[in-house]
């Protein structure tokens, strides 16, 4: 299960199990990339530690005003050919928060895949972003 922040009475921000609402986003995604429909879009956003499907439609442009500074949501996308892209949209104000306590770094990494994380590719990205490199010359 992933983890998603959320907030414990006593302890402050605490990790909660996140569940899907496996039905319902299966449903969606069917729904946008069944050829005989319309429909192109769908989005899902957190209902407390549930991701839960909100919203769907027929037009490109109706999608794009749900993407706000002040939510965190995930869309899939059928334009053209019917593939599904997955969208992750995080609200300028929701990183916003996030920055408020993290104040102090070089660069954000947006990943996904741990394999990213291992290796000697990352050790160097960050190795770059820790200002000078002394070693530069011999890489």
Known sequence: MLSHPGQCPRCGPVAMATKVDKEACWEAY???????????????KYDGS??????????????????????????????TTRDATLIRWI????????K?????????????????????VMKSELKKTGGINYNAQVE
């Open 50 to 79: 549930t991701i839960v499907r909100i919203g769907q439609g027929v037009e490109y442009q109706h999608f794009i005003p749900q993407c706000t500074d002040e939510i965190w949501l995930l869309a899939f996308v059928c334009v």
């Open 91 to 98: 609200g300028e104000n929701v990183k916003t928060l996030v």
């Open 30 to 44: 069917n729904l946008a990339r069944d050829d005989g429909l319309a429909v192109i879009w769908v989005t899902f």
């Open 100 to 120: 408020e306590v993290i104040q102090d770094f070089t660069k954000e990494f947006v990943i996904s895949d741990q394999k990213e994380l291992e290796g000697d």
